[in-house]
């Protein structure tokens, strides 16, 4: 038999139809902004050039990214709508981001690279100037906001540059009832008039991330950039996917690799930190913090059939267990080895939620989605949906 024939032994499944479906839903909630799809760290796990593929045709304008490499692969994987990319180093390759089209953001030290790069190139550059509103991450201070602007636009006046966008980054937009977001947007709101009163015309103001989008119509502006709900999950703790309207697209799994009976007192995995209470059968899982299941994340469910079972035992490298419990002895039926194991993926397909991860790892779902590592195969699902459909 042929490799080929072999099916993945572990798997992240990308419904690309359901990153479409999501696109659409935020799309819907944001209007009239424009909807910026953002697959930085490979599309939060899930893939950047076929997430950012499937939400360009689901009517996404702009794609996002954190760094100008992430935007030349995409460039070279042939996505040619708007990127922008906004996390710079010294070592960032400005010239070839300046020549492929990709808009960069701009916190203040960047404008004198960029220009060069720009002069280089013999085109201008295109930008959107970050003013920090609250984060402490990157952007400019209030107090340097005056001389960033008044920098860009003589740049601009010498026609090595375009100001495209002002924009900002909420802190604390996934708990709504925090006061902090209206000072940011207040904050925002006075950013965007001293550009503009300066004579600063940009195409979009944005400030939005997907908490945001849900939560908070006022910070909606001109562009809203989705991130973890492009991929169907939920930014807020007491809501899920499910309430906010989207559908999770990754779901990881594999087979059942071994399944013994076990006696009572029989230890599991590194540390023996769990023992059997009673007779019962262990399952072996072959995923592990080598494939960037959390090593914490002890507890954690796992569906094999129509039933979910907990993770016990300390997560190894490449495999954690699951305790069947003593109605699933091999020696009296049939053995699950081989069956299908979930992790996560969707409700509707009786999937755990990767919330359930998050928790059992103390951790955010963005976290487990986006640290699958590479050595899991991709599969995608209806990659050729939208192309089938416009036929």
């Not at 899991?376 to 949906?385: D, F, K, S, T």
Request: net charge negative.
């Amino acid at each position: 038999m042929n490799r080929a024939d072999f099916p993945p032994e572990r798997q992240a499944v990308i419904d690309l139809e359901a990153i479409r479906q999501n696109v659409r839903r935020i799309a819907q909630i944001a209007s009239p902004a424009k909807v910026m799809a953002v697959v930085k760290a490979d599309g939060y796990g899930h893939g950047a050039v076929p997430v950012a593929t499937a939400a360009l045709q689901a009517g996404a304008a702009w794609i996002g990214v954190a760094h100008v490499r992430e935007a030349l692969e995409l460039r070279a994987d042939g996505i040619e709508a708007p990127i922008l990319a906004w996390l710079h180093t010294a070592a960032t390759d400005f010239g070839s981001a300046v020549e492929a089209g990709i808009d960069l953001g701009v916190s203040g030290w960047e404008l004198a690279h960029i220009v060069a790069a720009a002069r280089e190139q013999q085109r201008p550059a295109r930008v959107h100037l970050k003013i920090d509103t609250g984060l402490g991450r990157n952007g400019s201070t209030s107090a340097l906001w005056d001389s960033v602007i008044g920098e860009a636009l003589e740049y601009q006046d010498e026609g090595l540059l375009r100001v495209v966008g002002l924009f900002s980054h909420l802190a604390v937009a996934d708990e709504p009832h925090r006061e902090e977001t209206d000072v940011q947007l207040r904050r925002f709101r006075e950013a965007v008039a001293i550009a503009e009163d300066a004579g600063v015309d940009v195409e979009v103001r944005h400030l939005a991330n997907t908490p945001a989008i849900f939560s908070r119509p006022d910070t909606h502006f001109d562009l809203v950039r989705a991130g973890i709900g492009l991929y169907g999950l939920s930014p807020f703790a007491g809501q899920t996917s499910e309430d906010l309207g989207l559908k999770p697209a990754m779901t990881l799994k594999t087979f059942v690799a071994h399944c013994k009976d076990v006696p009572a007192e029989q230890g599991v995995s590194y540390g023996l930190h769990y023992r059997t209470g009673e007779p019962s059968t262990l399952a072996l899982i072959p995923l592990g913090y080598g494939d960037g299941v959390p090593r914490i994340a002890t507890g954690g469910p796992v569906r094999i059939g129509t039933e979910i079972y907990p993770v016990v035992g300390r997560i190894a490298m490449d495999q954690m267990v699951v305790d069947l419990g003593p109605g699933n002895r091999v020696a009296d039926g049939e053995s699950l080895l081989g069956r299908e194991a979930v992790l996560f993926g969707a409700a509707e397909a009786g999937d755990p939620s990767v919330d359930l991860w998050a928790a059992a790892a103390g951790t955010l779902n963005y976290e487990v989605v986006t640290r699958i590592a590479p050595r899991v195969p991709r599969v995608y699902l209806h990659a050729g949906a939208a192309a089938e459909a416009a036929e």
